[in-house]
T-cell receptor, first 118, second 113 residues
Framework: KAGVTQTPRYLIKTRGQQVTLSCSPI?????VSWYQQTPGQGLQFLFE???????NKGNFPGRFSGRQFSNSRSEMNVSTLELGDSALYLC?????????????????FGPGTRLTVL | GESVGLHLPTLSVQEGDNSIINCAYS??????FIWYKQESGKGPQFIID?????DKRQGQRVTVLLNKTVKHLSLQIAATQPGDSAVYFC????????????FGSGTRLLVRP
């Protein structure tokens, strides 16, 4: 079974631009979460989607948004990019979005998209 | 605020020795904990998880111990191998139906040949 895939793997943008990142979850997984990873702040939760609805949201500004499609694939968008948005953006999927955190419902991460804002 | 942290930012061990990576969490409402391993250029890889109704859980060469009294979590790796070299993160989830992991800052494990 293929793992979580993310595209593109690397991206370079300039300040003020916007960017869209894509994530395909593991087949059968219905929940997709997004995280931002930076050396200074570590891994921080952005949001979680399932059934095409945002279920949880972290403490990020409204410039960060996402959506999920009926096939569970997800995209996240960052508008008006800032230098501080440079980070590794990680997508993770899990099987049962209604079961909560429990053994057997662990979350699996993709390789990430490395975004550099110049 | 609530946070998950690690005592040791870098741990260096001899190949074949056992490794112990520690993690302190501050949210007493957390009831689910996970250890992830992240190698350079890759996303975090699930290692093992544990719920708060357990004190210990074992996997292949790894054991997670949970001490709720002092809010401490540890990951033990037996017979550490060069392939174990990576950054290890602990993560917690609070006691509700949502799934919003809070990650620690990470510990780098270096395995000396």
């Amino acid at each position: 079974k293929a793992g979580v895939t993310q595209t593109p793997r690397y991206l370079i943008k300039t300040r003020g631009q916007q960017v869209t990142l894509s994530c395909s979850p593991i087949s059968g997984h219905r929940s997709v979460s997004w995280y931002q990873q930076t050396p200074g702040q570590g891994l921080q939760f952005l949001f979680e989607y399932f059934s095409e609805t945002q279920r949880n949201k972290g403490n990020f500004p409204g410039r960060f948004s996402g959506r999920q499609f009926s096939n569970s694939r997800s995209e996240m968008n960052v508008s008006t990019l800032e230098l501080g948005d440079s980070a590794l953006y990680l997508c993770a999927s899990r099987l049962d979005p209604l079961a909560g955190a429990k053994v057997g419902n662990e979350q699996f991460f993709g390789p990430g998209t490395r975004l550099t804002v110049l | 605020g609530e946070s998950v942290g690690l005592h040791l930012p870098t741990l260096s061990v001899q190949e074949g020795d056992n490794s112990i990576i520690n993690c302190a969490y501050s949210n007493s409402a957390s009831d689910y904990f996970i250890w992830y391993k992240q190698e350079s250029g890759k996303g975090p890889q699930f290692i093992i998880d544990i719920r708060s109704n357990m004190d210990k859980r074992q996997g292949q060469r790894v054991t997670v111990l949970l001490n709720k009294t002092v809010k401490h979590l540890s990951l033990q790796i037996a017979a550490t191998q060069p392939g174990d070299s990576a950054v290890y993160f602990c993560a917690e989830n609070s006691r509700d139906s949502s799934y919003k992991l809070i990650f620690g800052s990470g510990t780098r494990l270096l395995v000396r040949p």
